[in-house]
């Protein structure tokens, strides 16, 4: 869910905007362009200038905030799962969540549906990974 809307279930979500790369190159760089503004005005106080997890506030958080730059994070997920860590956060999931448990905060109230996808068009596209598909084994 986004907001309490129903988006559907995690192996049938997918980037609205993703086709854009093959479909409409200049639209798709517009997206990615957004995401790059969007995270640099919100995420890298924590993940960083470089996307490495080493932003002003990630010595203060106990697990440190992600790594994108690690070749074990992006590729090892959808794009689903960082629309759902983004938009739900980490706080108040249950002992049993771990390793997922995180300091991340709940940013669907405060950035649009299209603010995230394009966040995480930025993410693959700055840092040269990509998320896998639904039934892709990560490589």
């Known amino acids: ?15 609205p905007f993703r ?36 932003g002003h506030f990630a010595h203060g958080f106990n697990p440190p905030p992600a790594n994108f730059q690690d070749p074990g994070i992006i590729p090892n997920f959808q794009e689903s799962f960082f629309f759902w860590r983004i938009s739900k956060g980490g706080p108040g999931l249950p002992p049993a969540a771990t390793p997922w448990d995180s300091a991340m905060p709940v ?10 996808w394009d966040v995480i068009l930025f993410l693959s596209e700055y840092t040269g990974y990509r998320p896998r598909t639904f039934g892709e084994a990560a490589h």
């Open 1 to 15: 869910t986004y907001r309490e809307k129903v988006i559907g279930p995690t192996q049938e979500v997918a980037n």
């Open 19 to 54: 086709h854009l790369e093959k479909d409409d190159k200049e639209a798709f760089k517009a997206h990615v362009e957004n995401g790059r503004r969007v995270y640099y005005q919100n995420c890298f106080y924590c993940h960083g200038d470089d996307l490495d997890g080493a």
């Open 107 to 116: 940013w669907e109230d405060h950035l649009t549906e299209e603010e995230i």
